[in-house]
């Protein structure tokens, strides 16, 4: 989806001097010298009103070539079911973890037929950590999008398909059903540690990690299927310790009993 993606400049400018500072900071001055070498020929060539134009061509320019936006491209490449129904994204930057989330974007008025576009608000810092920001992805695509949306973009994806069809199976082995951490969860899935009290609101799931309002915490009338399949990807988990409902929506899918 890389040539579908649009970036603030706003959010580019502060990610690329974020990376300088980074590797400045770490010893490497190769970046921190390349990029002040060309900002103070750019100072120099153009007038106080051009500078703001030319400086958003350089960030975007650095923003590419040192691939800070490659995260988010895998994170939504991931999902490959998904991706053919938004007509791209919209990287935008967030004040603060507040302002953070992710949203649908729909058409022009004179388009409403027009593919949405996925809206993504991220704070710059999390680019300093591309593992942890691929984690945190493929949290907020799905699980913090608002429930009606994701559930317009699973409808499209499963709707009229059994859960036996040929494609529905490729999807699954690919996407979902390829690794633990495809859902944000650790490589190697370490057991959660066993669970002393009720999950309150705000508490993290025991499988994903995140923060959630909504946990299953009855597992009884759920399919013995969906049970193995959590605990293929987290041995010491039990049913006692509960989940978040995203957590169980995605089992459910790979259970087939969605």
């Known amino acids: 989806m890389d040539g ?9 400018e502060a990610v690329v001097l974020g990376e300088v500072q980074r590797r400045l900071e770490g010893g490497d001055r190769g970046l921190y010298l390349a990029y002040h070498a060309e900002a103070d020929q750019l100072y120099e060539r153009y007038p106080a009103e051009a500078r703001e134009e030319v400086f958003e061509q350089l960030h975007r320019r ?3 070539k040192l691939g800070l936006g490659s995260p988010i491209e895998q994170a939504i490449e991931e999902y490959p079911g998904i991706t053919p129904q938004v007509a791209g994204a919209l990287i935008a930057c967030a004040g603060g973890p507040h302002e953070e ?3 649908l974007v729909q058409g022009k008025a004179d388009a409403p037929a027009a593919p949405p576009r996925l809206a993504l608000t991220l704070c710059p810092e999390r680019f300093l950590d591309p593992s942890e920001l691929r984690r945190y992805l493929r949290h907020a695509v799905f699980q913090r999008l608002p429930a009606g949306q994701r559930e317009t973009l699973f409808s499209r994806l499963w709707a009229g398909e059994a859960v036996t069809h040929p494609g529905l199976l490729e999807t699954a082995r690919g996407g979902i059903a390829a690794a633990p951490e495809l859902l944000g969860f650790p490589s190697g899935a370490a057991a959660a540690a ?3 009290r009720a999950l309150l609101p705000g508490s ?3 499988l994903c990690r995140f923060p959630s309002h909504e ?3 009855r597992f009884d009338h759920l399919a013995p299927a969906l049970i193995e399949l959590i605990r293929q990807d987290f041995p010491g988990w039990s049913p006692d310790q509960g989940a978040c409902e995203r957590c169980v929506e995605l089992y459910q899918v790979r259970a087939g009993c969605w």
């Not at 579908?4 to 580019?12: D, S």
């Open 62 to 64: 650095l923003f590419l």
């Open 194 to 196: 066993p669970r002393t």
């Open 101 to 103: 989330g992710a949203d």
């Open 4 to 12: 579908r993606l649009a970036w603030e400049p706003r959010l580019a």
């Open 204 to 206: 993290l799931c025991p």
């Open 215 to 217: 946990f299953v915490e």
